[in-house]
């Protein structure tokens, strides 16, 4: 299995809803936990991260990896952070879940043709898919891509918010520049990954930008993207635990730094924000934090 890191990103949507009148925004994070806080012995990560969670009070989060996971144990973390609802996928491999403030309504839980499954939910008159995409296979995750577009082409023809966010374990061509041919991250993944074709992650030695372009072409925006520079501020793999894992330093994480973890909406709720109050990087010891904070449109 292919190590995975922690990401987070924090994004601040000002959703023009009838119940976020008093709100000034409204707040999405996506977590992939890794391993699920590595199969439940690492529970001072677990513990850390809830604290983390309750202090930037959130009004959704999906989350990934969620391995030996229970929905008893999914309410326990959603409890810490102020949340009363939440929904696990399933209780076996690697689930996804999703947390709310407000009631979530399970809309399909997404199993065929899925490596890991996704959930579509919606919440607040918003729909939300949370995916984690194939982590080895091309060619599954352009399968998957497909799968979830059809079902995404229904969405818009009734709705115009809907957000899909998770481990999509794949590469924007928004980025491409950012990635050097020559680069350590790029020999590396030459080398695992030779003879494989389309059954590995690179295609003709360079990444693959199909899966996201799916996505993209729906429309759905990158709402990231447009408030970042570099991989140093949105890159998203691999985290610090990995350091310790793989006994690398953080200067050799930081060299094969690569961006697989989204956030993306609607083009309506792309129009509902004007741009950053500020973009913080923080460190809470495990993994890099990428804040990204927009201001209500009025």
């Not at 980025?175 to 059954?199: C, H, I, T, V």
């Not at 993306?264 to 990087?281: A, F, Q, R, W, Y």
Request: glycine share 8%.
């Amino acid at each position: 299995m292919k190590l995975r890191n922690i990401f987070l990103i924090l994004a601040l949507l000002p959703l023009l809803l009838a119940s976020q009148e008093n709100k000034d925004d409204f707040k999405i994070i996506t977590y992939n936990i890794w391993n699920g806080y590595d199969w439940g012995k690492d529970e001072p990560r677990r513990v850390k991260l809830q604290n983390w969670m309750n202090a930037q009070a959130p009004d959704v989060v999906a989350l990934q990896e969620l391995c030996a996971y229970t929905p008893e144990k999914l309410r326990e973390d959603a409890t810490a952070w102020g949340h009363e609802y939440s929904i696990l996928l399933k209780t076996t491999g690697y689930s996804v879940g999703f947390t709310s403030r407000y009631p979530i309504v399970v809309k399909e839980k997404i199993m065929e043709g899925m490596h890991h499954g996704a959930l579509h939910c919606t919440t607040n008159g918003i729909d939300f898919f949370v995916i984690h995409l194939h982590p080895g296979s091309i060619a599954r995750r352009r399968e998957e891509a497909d799968i979830l577009s059809r079902k995404l082409e229904e969405i818009i023809k009734t709705s115009s918010k809907y957000v899909v966010l998770g481990d999509f374990n794949a590469h924007s061509p928004f980025d491409a520049d950012l990635y050097d041919p020559n680069g350590k991250l790029l020999q590396r993944l030459r080398e695992s990954n030779a003879g494989k074709g389309l059954d590995g992650n690179l295609v003709n030695g360079s990444f693959d930008y199909a899966v996201m372009s799916k996505f993209l072409s729906l429309p759905l925006y990158d709402i990231v993207q447009g408030y970042t520079t570099g991989l140093a501020e949105r890159g998203s793999f691999p985290g610090r635990v990995l350091g310790e894992v793989n006994q690398e330093s953080t200067e050799q994480l930081v060299s094969r730094m690569e961006r697989i973890d989204y956030i993306m909406v609607s083009p309506e709720l792309s129009k509902n924000h004007l741009g950053p109050k500020s973009i913080t990087d923080k460190k809470i010891g495990f993994c890099p934090i990428t804040i990204l904070s927009v201001p209500l449109f009025i």
